[in-house]
């Protein structure tokens, strides 16, 4: 029965075409024809936001080493680094390879990698770009070391300090100095400087809160320096901070370099804290998405949900509609109340939307429709995507 069906779908179709999934965008399209759900990159307002952070960075002569786990996507890389940034981080060493394959010569891998196959790999592109990674145990150390001999490849490393963040991290300045002195002894691997990153504080919403909680910070990477110089250690770098803390950390005096990643893109997330005067940043990130459905009168479904935006840190905010809110994120739709009939999008309306967390929501995406204006500029794989490893 089977065959005798399959003969039939042969015979009815001698020449049935391929069919491939249509690409969203087109270059030149005007944002109107992008098909949904897709994501959007408003290259006036990401580029006026790569020069804000370049301009700060330079400003107190620190180098700045955006986060490509914010975007996974090296044409953004790439640009950032035309602007003045040294280089990226990943936080990944599979996350590091499109990035490499695509030119970015200098990559700090700003966590720990542990494990033969993660190893081997970091080997490997250690030979093709100036990689960088952190260490916060004697064990990881030696393995470290033992595969770049294996592979005749060196790599630099950075003792990680706890400072405040309670993720990795070595705990004391007794235990960075040991480590330290043992990497100093190990082949193939050298001592850099160190990663001072506190996560936690980076969304505290008060900026006089956020203020104190990287003081505290800066006051803890102090304490280190004074002992490693106690020590006869020389650390010359001190790699750290975010999008929310760039303005304290630049103006340290401690920091020689930092690692922001959301400033390029801005999410709700970060909307939501003070910035105060220092500094600000425009979102260029959006969710273009389409109504679908109707069903009541303050009722719309729009056809992006968790397949498209992360949802962990809050919904989506929608753009340039005042009385409607996302209410609902479900897997492949977005459930959105209006306070009145009258601000119901109608069936087939385009909506923008902001994410509320850029990193999760580049990673759902193949590729971000970079537009300027009302237009299709480019089109940019993001690569890295998925590659967690
Ligand atoms: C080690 C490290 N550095 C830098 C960043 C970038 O932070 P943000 O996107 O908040 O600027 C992160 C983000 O989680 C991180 O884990």
């Known amino acids: 029965m089977q065959e005798a069906q399959q003969a039939v779908l042969k015979n009815e179709s001698p020449q049935a075409e391929t ?10 399209d005007p944002l109107s024809a992008v098909d949904t759900p897709s994501l959007i990159l408003d290259l006036d307002a990401f580029e006026e936001n790569l020069r804000t952070m370049q301009v700060l960075a330079e400003r107190h002569g620190v180098a700045l080493r955006p986060h490509g786990k914010a975007h996974k996507c090296p044409e953004i890389a790439l640009r950032q680094i035309a602007l003045g940034a040294t280089g990226i981080c990943c936080q990944k060493v599979s996350e590091a390879v499109p990035f490499v394959a695509a030119g970015v010569r200098d990559i700090l891998i700003s966590n720990e990698v542990v494990g033969p196959a993660k190893l081997a790999l970091l080997a490997r592109l250690a030979k093709q770009a100036h990689m960088t990674v952190c260490v916060d145990h004697p064990r990881a150390a030696q393995a ?10 060196s790599i630099k490393v950075l003792v990680e300090l706890d400072v405040g963040q309670k993720r990795c991290g070595v705990q004391t300045p007794d235990e960075a100095i040991a480590l330290i002195q043992l990497v100093q002894k190990l082949p193939n691997i050298s ?6 990153y506190h996560g936690g504080l980076q969304h505290k919403r008060s900026l006089e809160q956020r203020q104190k909680a990287a003081e505290k910070a800066v ?11 106690k020590a006869g ?20 005096q401690v920091y020689t370099e930092i690692q922001a990643g959301t400033y390029a893109f801005m999410d709700t997330d970060y909307a939501g804290i003070d910035w105060g005067e220092a500094v600000s940043f425009r979102h260029s990130l959006f969710l273009l998405g389409t109504v679908m459905s109707t069903p009541t009168p303050e009722r719309a479904v729009v056809d992006l949900g968790l397949k498209s935006t992360s949802a962990e840190s809050g919904v989506p905010l929608i753009m340039d509609h005042e009385g409607l809110r996302c209410v609902a994120v479900h897997d492949e739709h977005s459930i959105l109340q209006a306070d009145s009939r009258r601000n119901r999008p109608d069936v087939g309306a385009q909506l923008r939307l902001i994410p509320a967390h850029c990193d999760p929501t580049f990673n759902l995406h193949d590729s971000v429709v970079a ?10 794989p993001i690569s890295a995507r998925g590659l967690s490893r």
Not at 191 to 196: E, I, K, L, Y
Not at 236 to 248: D, K, L
């Open 19 to 28: 069919i491939a999934v249509p690409l969203a965008a087109r270059l030149g």
């Open 144 to 153: 470290l070391s033992a595969t770049m001999v294996e592979y005749q490849a």
């Open 191 to 196: 001592f850099a400087g160190v990663q001072a």
């Open 219 to 229: 006051r803890l990477v102090r304490q280190y320096l004074r002992a490693f110089a």
């Open 233 to 252: 250690i020389t650390c010359p770098v001190v790699s750290g901070g975010g999008t929310g803390s760039a303005v304290f950390d630049v103006a340290s």
């Open 371 to 380: 537009v300027r204006g009302q237009y299709v500029e480019a089109i940019w």
